[in-house]
Structure formats: C-alpha cells, structure tokens
C-alpha cells in the first residue's frame, strides 16, 4: 500500500514555479478544502488573447506571468452558477514535498485564504487530512477556535 501524505486543515505552500517556468519562490497559506473537487488560486487582471493566457498571481503586478499552457473549465460555485476558470500548472512545495498540479484562476480578494487545495488534488497524491495538525495563524483565527 501506498504511503499516505499528512496534510493538516491548512498548509503553507510555496509557489516553484508556473507552467514548468521556474519562479521566484512565493508562498502563502492554502485552505484544504475536502468540500471543494477542485483547487483555485487567487489571481487578478485575469485575460485571454491571441492563445496567450496573462494574470496577476495574488493580485501583486510584480507575480505577472503569461503562457501558452492552459485549460479552461466550466465550475459550478456552492450557490449553482457555471462559470469558466482557467487552469494552469503549478510547481508547489508543501512541507517540503514537490507537488505538480493544475489549480484554478480566481479572484479571492474578498476570501480570507488565496488558495484552496481540493479532493482531486488529495486523491492523486495519496494526502489524508488530519484535522487536528495545526500551523500558526493570525490573531483572528486563534481567537476563533477560542470561542468554540
């Protein structure tokens, strides 16, 4: 049997690179997310020309990229709108393991993680959650699991 990866509620991941085009390493806190099929990262300035696919990854202009390899995919959101996302392919690192994998484009300025890692993402790399395994998050969030 294979062996099984460890991921806790949430994750920090650091960005290697997009689309196989080695990057900066950028990391931010990703949701995972058991509810949700597929992955999305927070991206801005979004657009489609001439087969060329551009966008702000966190909504900074300094995380501008643009290529050729994408796919676009109609996703159906937790209220029953369809509407397109563009994929493209990431390298990440998550507790220092090397992951590939397609995750969507978004706007999710108004949500508290910028990305969230869904149940494809878990099945493929073999990832069980243990809800208990915890990583330090801000005030807010402690202050939240205090109440409870």
């Given at each position: 049997?294979?062996?099984?990866?460890?991921?806790?509620?949430?994750?920090?991941?650091?960005?290697?690179?997009?689309s196989g085009e080695k990057?900066?390493?950028?990391k931010t806190i990703a949701k995972?997310?058991?509810?949700?099929?597929?992955?999305?990262?927070?991206?801005?300035?979004?657009f489609e020309k001439d087969g060329i696919l551009g966008f702000d990854l966190f909504g900074d202009e300094k995380l501008h990229f643009e290529?050729?390899?994408?796919?676009?995919?109609?996703?159906?959101?937790?209220?029953?709108?369809?509407?397109?996302?563009?994929?493209?392919?990431?390298?990440?690192?998550i507790e220092g393991e090397r992951f590939e994998a397609?995750?969507?484009l978004d706007n999710r300025s108004k949500m508290k993680f910028e990305m969230?890692?869904?149940r494809a993402f878990l099945i493929k790399n073999n990832v069980l959650v243990d809800s208990c395994r915890?990583?330090?998050?801000?005030?807010?969030w402690k202050q939240m699991g205090e109440k409870q």
């Open positions: 049997m294979e062996e099984k990866v460890i991921f806790g509620t949430f994750e920090e991941v650091t960005f290697t690179d997009v990057i900066s390493e950028v995972i997310d058991t509810g949700a099929f597929s992955g999305v990262v927070h991206a801005e300035n979004i290529t050729r390899d994408f796919r676009f995919r109609n996703v159906r959101n937790t209220h029953g709108g369809v509407k397109k996302r563009f994929l493209v392919k990431f390298g990440i690192l397609l995750f969507g969230l890692i869904g915890k990583i330090n998050l801000d005030e807010e």
